[in-house]
């Protein structure tokens, strides 16, 4: 039997444990394993908790609403605007595989940049165990198959982080049941997030 309520017990402290008195950056998509991380991670550690939404101006001004349920609990926020360099990685790429992968490499790119400017130690992702099971279709995705398709991803010893997925051995129901116990906003904690941006992707190409 899972128990939201213990396992959030247990992971706050454990997570306090590991950040100590470092930074660590929690890219969130709205989706609800990165939400649920960043929120986890904001209990143990407060603002060292640095929450990052990487604009890539392709939400029709979605970024900011979904930063605004940050901002609300108070959580230490970052809006990173790389709408410019997502334009100009995509533009001219007709094949879909070849969007996929710019996209993801310039995520990561971005990504890379933040947590050397935020000079943070760790990197805390929302991957599930349904991320891990289905690769293919999810950002949140371990970083080995990433790198055999040919996708760059934040490597520690690089970036100097660690990688903390409190998630990771956790399903969608017991994903969502955590959600319901932190009483997380139906939008975000029923929300996809990479296959709807990358659905996103092919529609603005090809307005």
Do not use: W
């Amino acid at each position: 039997m899972f128990y939201p309520e213990k396992f959030i017990q247990e992971q706050v402290p454990q997570l306090s444990g590991m950040i100590g008195e470092e930074k660590a950056v929690i890219p969130v998509s709205g989706g609800v394993g990165s939400t649920i991380s960043a929120v986890l991670t904001h209990r143990a550690v407060n603002d060292q908790a640095i929450i990052v939404l990487i604009d890539d101006g392709m939400q029709s001004g979605k970024a900011g609403d979904m930063m605004n349920f940050y901002a609300t609990q108070n959580m230490n926020t970052k809006l990173v605007d790389a709408s410019h360099e997502f334009s100009g990685a995509l533009n001219g790429l007709a094949e879909p595989e070849e969007q996929r992968r710019t996209y993801r490499n310039t995520y990561y790119a971005v990504l890379g940049r933040v947590i050397q400017e935020e000079k943070a130690h760790y990197l805390v992702k929302g991957t599930t165990a349904a991320d891990i099971a289905e690769p293919k279709e999810e950002i949140e995705m371990e970083d080995d198959a990433l790198e055999q398709v040919g996708i760059r991803v934040i490597d520690p010893l690089r970036h100097g982080v660690t990688v903390i997925e409190p998630l990771k051995k956790l399903n969608r129901h017991e994903v969502l049941k955590v959600a319901q116990h932190l009483e997380l906003p139906p939008e975000l904690s029923m929300r996809k997030s990479f296959p709807d941006v990358l659905n996103v992707i092919r529609e603005s190409l090809v307005k």
